[in-house]
């Protein structure tokens, strides 16, 4: 959840002053990107995180972070807002030739290392969208990671808001099933910690991040409707992708009123399409106030000046409390600038394989979008994207989603007729290998052609163990305990197996 702080409150003239830098980090921002160099690496470069789970024997959270990250002594690994979350953070390295394959065999290795340490303290590690067998009393402010940043953000967005976090979620009835409905109140962001994500980084030049972060929103509902694995929360069946309305509850610091006239919300899709990275950072300025009103003695005008790369800290600091599924990201790295696409969309899991299947569609599909010379985002209205990632979130590869020339279709059909083969192109262009192409689009077309998405998988076994006379809680905990089996072994959850009636 971003670098750490070390205030423990503000004053009126916290947020003045913080309001004051803000301005001049963006004036600093756009001097940047029309006057100076930034990193150009002759190779597109990635990164990707991977939030993880721990388990105890009985499959309800292990909160063990703290004593597995000093057992794994791994700067790739951090905490994560639950003491039962974990998070790989993977070094960035380029996309082309069979960098893919190298880096699912690191993912194996790192998981397996996490893994080996969480026995030790009795607990297991699950990739997956959101633990199905977290309880309401697991999401308190006790059970959050023991981190000065996630208490002083829990305590400035509880004031905001005025009020508990409400969550309302009512179920999407997927695969003709009865609806249900949760409804809880909360005195903590906790819940927050329930959503566990795979965050996939590309790095863009200034001039191009327009049409790829537009391309980034036109995949969105695509990429849930394969991708989705979060159909359980507090023991209810509600969305495919249930993380998505969990998340934008969870931080949804606006009150009734608030929400009543319009007001934002802090996790956004966002409202139109953009020309360039800057409108993107103007509008955190224009729509949303500080949570952490931290500033830092940099002048970055004055770095400028000096010929050095700004960090633009406090400008970076509130961004980093606005959760756009697809974010903009400035950084420094050697003294030399870049920006970057971050995609938070997808789930956790099921597997390291189908985490790298969806990663490596993703940017596949996202060049050849991004370069069109007609661009998908002048046919498709912003408000239709919009409607696609509710829609694909909610019954996820049951969904129907709008597509410029083809009207509305399945999502398995629209990715086997048109994106697939458009992803294939996309990879060639990068200088990805067949072979990485061939292993990874294969995933993905089987998933499709299978229809069996991890959410649908843990439906379909969930309602099977129900039918043999076990309750809600015993029949989750019984397709955990299978979905553990599936996902150690590293198969494709399109080739996970439904036990019997």
């Known amino acids: 959840m971003g670098q750490d702080v070390g205030r423990t409150g503000f004053r009126r003239s ?63 690994f951090t905490t994560e807002l639950g003491r039962w979350n974990l998070e790989i953070n993977v070094p960035p390295r380029a996309l082309p030739g069979d960098a893919a394959l190298e880096l699912e065999r690191h993912l194996l290795d790192t998981v397996s290392v996490a893994e080996a340490k969480a026995q030790a303290f009795g607990a297991r590690v699950v990739q997956i969208g959101i633990l199905p067998t977290l309880r309401a009393e697991d999401l308190v402010s006790e059970r959050m990671s023991p981190r000065p940043r996630y208490e002083l953000l829990n305590e400035q967005m509880l004031e ?20 249900e409905h949760l409804i809880a109140d909360f005195e903590t962001i906790a819940p927050e910690a329930a959503c566990t994500a795979t965050q996939l980084h590309l790095q863009v030049p200034p001039h191009a991040y327009g049409a790829y972060w537009n391309a980034s929103q036109c995949l969105a509902g695509v990429q849930l409707a394969v991708g989705a694995n979060s159909p359980f929360l507090l023991d209810k069946l509600l ?79 509130l961004n980093g409390t606005i959760w756009r599924w697809n974010r903009p990201v400035y950084d420094t790295v050697d003294g030399m600038a870049h920006f970057r696409v971050e995609n938070r969309v997808l789930p956790a899991g099921p597997t390291i394989v189908d985490t790298m299947a969806n990663a490596i569609f993703f940017y596949g599909l996202l060049r050849v979008l991004a370069e069109q010379e007609r661009p998908l985002w002048t046919r498709l209205p912003f408000e239709a994207a919009g409607e696609n990632f509710k829609i694909a979130a909610r019954y996820g590869m049951n969904a129907s989603l709008y597509w410029p020339e083809l009207g509305w279709v399945r999502p398995d059909e629209l990715m086997l007729r048109t994106l697939l083969p458009m992803a294939a192109d996309g990879l060639a262009g990068w200088g990805v290998s067949t072979s990485v192409a061939d292993r990874y689009l294969d995933v993905i077309e ?53 036990p019997r009636s």
Request: glycine content about 6%; some cysteine; overall charge negative.
């Open 14 to 76: 916290d947020r003045h002053r913080y309001r004051v830098k803000v301005r001049q980090c963006l004036d600093a921002l756009a001097q940047l990107v029309r006057d100076c160099p930034f990193d150009a690496p002759a190779r597109p470069m990635t990164g990707l995180e991977l939030e993880l789970n721990l388990v105890d024997s009985e499959l309800l959270p292990a909160l063990a972070n703290a004593a597995v990250l000093d057992a794994v002594g791994a700067e790739e």
């Open 160 to 179: 905001a808001r005025g009020e508990p976090f409400r969550l309302d979620i009512e179920g999407s009835g997927l695969g003709g099933r009865v609806a």
């Open 239 to 317: 969305w495919a992708e249930t993380r998505i309305p969990l998340f934008k509850q969870a931080c949804d610091v606006r009150s009734v009123e608030l929400r009543n006239q319009g007001v934002r919300p802090r996790v956004w899709f966002g409202e139109k399409w953009i020309n360039s990275i800057q409108e993107q950072f103007e509008e955190n300025s224009r729509y949303f106030p500080a949570l952490l009103p931290i500033c830092e003695p940099e002048d970055p005008l004055a770095e400028l000046a000096a010929g050095r790369a700004p960090e633009l800290t406090e400008m970076r600091l």
């Open 446 to 498: 089987q998933r499709c052609a299978n229809r069996q998405t991890g959410a649908a998988w843990q439906v379909g076994t969930v309602e099977t163990l129900e039918s043999r006379g076990r309750d809600r809680p015993a029949a989750i905990r019984g397709m955990l305990d299978r979905y553990l089996d599936g996902m150690a072994a590293n198969e494709p959850v399109h080739a996970w197996e439904l």
